[in-house]
């Protein structure tokens, strides 16, 4: 494999890649809400446009751009505000990290609180569109004991 420099090696298996505008400021956000590290250099286009930046958060990369005229791809503010993604963040204190977004300009889709599958869990909506998922295990439980709750709140909530 050929060096071109100080872009790092790309991670192996699946990473998920966002059209997002404007993703310079989505960056900034990121760092903010979810303490993202922003990784190897971005790759502007002559207009000032990001065409690809790369960040990291709880060690998971995450590929990113703005949304080109031509492209195959479109970002929440192109499709009224709806998002054909959203990601997930596993944490280990979500409390904190659910403030954090918060402070940082996150809306809430779903509040905080403990779900019947095991997890204390959320959902936030950046000022991007994209709507985050934030959640910690507090409760280890098997297939059989999640379908029973999932059949139980859906009766409840049905």
Do not use: K
């Not at 960040?55 to 499709?79: C, H, K, Q, Y």
């Amino acid at each position: 494999m050929t060096d071109h420099g100080s872009h790092p090696q790309p991670p192996t298996g699946v990473t998920a890649s966002l059209t997002i505008t404007p993703c310079a400021e989505a960056i900034d956000f990121y760092v903010a809400a979810f303490g993202a590290t922003e990784v190897g250099e971005r790759m502007a286009m002559p207009d000032g446009l990001v065409a690809h930046a790369e960040i990291e958060i709880e060690g998971t990369r995450i590929m990113m751009g703005d949304e080109w005229p031509d492209a195959p791809t479109r970002s929440p503010a192109s499709l009224d505000g709806f998002s054909t993604a959203s990601l997930f963040i596993y944490t280990s204190d979500v409390d904190a990290l659910w403030e954090r977004a918060l402070a940082a300009g996150a809306e809430v889709v779903f509040p905080l609180e403990d779900q019947f599958y095991g997890d204390r869990a959320g959902r936030v909506r950046d000022p991007f569109g994209h709507t985050w998922g934030l959640g910690q295990q507090v409760e280890a439980l098997s297939d059989d004991q999640m379908q029973e709750r999932m059949t139980e709140w859906i009766d409840d909530n049905g």
